[in-house]
């Protein structure tokens, strides 16, 4: 069992940056692939972002590559997603997941956070 929370989110301007992190309990978390999907109001889920178990590979969604990177460090097991250049289109709700691929689909993952706000102004 993996539980997840994350942290971090709050309200930037455009332009800005935040690190969002995701704090893993559970003995299994170094073997998991971790990703991050956001949902904005009135949207579906989308994902942003994915690191493999041994952080080796990562991928990136097109409308957030080259300004948000995935990193892990499972001695400490945290997930981060340090997200620089801010837009307003990227207000959502951020969710960390843990599952067996490092893959776009919701359905690779099987263990989910509850979320943190992101707010970028314009």
């Known amino acids: 069992q993996v539980q997840l929370v994350e942290s971090g989110g709050g309200l930037v301007q455009a332009g800005g940056s935040l690190r969002l992190s995701c704090a893993a309990s559970?003995?299994?978390?170094?073997?998991?692939?971790m990703g991050w999907f956001r949902q904005a109001p009135g949207k579906e889920r989308e994902f942003v972002a994915a690191?493999?178990?041994?952080?080796?590979?990562?991928y990136y969604a097109d409308s957030v590559k080259g300004r948000f990177t995935v990193s892990r460090d499972n001695a400490k097991k945290p997930v981060y997603l340090q997200m620089n250049s801010l837009k307003p289109e990227d207000t959502a709700v951020y969710y960390c997941?843990?599952?067996?691929?490092?893959?776009?689909?919701?359905?690779?993952?099987?263990?989910w956070g509850q979320g943190t706000q992101v707010t970028v102004s314009s």
């Open positions: 690191i493999s178990w041994s952080g080796g590979n990562t």
């Open positions: 997941a843990a599952g067996g691929r490092a893959g776009p689909d919701s359905y690779d993952y099987a263990y």
């Open positions: 559970g003995r299994t978390f170094s073997t998991y692939a």
